[in-house]
């Protein structure tokens, strides 16, 4: 197994791909992005990866299978197939089935558009301006079997202005997400890390 192979699985819009393919190309992240996976057909995260070459780029239909399990199989399936050693969570936006997670265990990586605990779910930015904080920002964490629970990874914060609303919050966050992600995939391939508790614990 090439252990920088990674799949990303994604929804939607696909700016966390981009920026990671984008640091790539530039040398800067040593990662090799075998493998797209989205469960939209019209996800612009496919685009993204058909122009930049990806050598494999597939749309499952969840409708095309009986329940979540079994999606989750046939894509865990196709990412086993083509060798990928992690799964980068860009954006999408499915809940994983335990048996996937389990499949994967610490080897699944997602970011979140908050500073998790506080926020998880899928309305993070939304709810961080509905409860009025002052900061907030995005969380790189592994995934385990609790909803945005898993190990941190990474986190970056910003400020939240007093008229933000959910879209100007999250294209501030969505800034720190473009930073952190490459840059936090480029630490887990050179520095490599070690988990006690629920702590990472960095090699460097
Ligand atoms: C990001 O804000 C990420 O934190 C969340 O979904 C969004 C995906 O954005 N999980 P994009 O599709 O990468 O632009």
Redesign the pocket.
């Known amino acids: 197994m090439n252990s920088k192979a990674i799949a990303v699985m994604?929804?939607?819009?696909?700016?966390?791909?981009?920026v990671i393919l984008e640091s790539v190309a530039a040398g800067e992240c040593p990662v090799d992005v075998q493998l797209v996976i989205s469960d939209k057909a019209d996800a612009?995260?496919l685009e993204i990866a058909r122009d930049a070459d990806v050598p494999h780029i597939m749309h499952l239909n969840p409708k095309d299978y009986q329940d979540r399990a079994q999606f989750d199989a046939a894509c865990a399936d196709l990412i086993d197939h083509h060798g990928c050693q992690w799964i980068v969570?860009?954006?999408?936006?499915r809940i994983l089935s335990s048996s996937f997670v389990r499949r994967f265990r610490g080897r699944i990586i997602?970011?979140?558009?908050a500073i998790l605990p506080a926020f998880p779910g899928a309305h993070?930015?939304e709810d961080a301006v509905s409860y009025g904080v002052k900061v907030s920002g995005?969380t790189v964490h592994l995934v385990d079997e609790v909803l945005d629970g898993g190990p941190i990874l990474a986190q970056a914060v910003v400020p939240v202005l007093d008229d933000d609303t959910r879209d100007s919050l999250?294209a501030r966050?969505?800034m720190e997400?473009h930073k952190i992600y490459p840059a936090t995939l480029k630490r887990m391939m050179e520095d490599g890390f070690s988990i006690i508790g629920r702590k990472v614990i960095w090699n460097s």
């Open positions: 994604a929804s939607g819009r696909g700016s966390n791909l981009k612009a995260a969570l860009a954006g999408y936006m997602n970011i979140h558009p993070a930015v995005c999250h966050i969505q997400e």
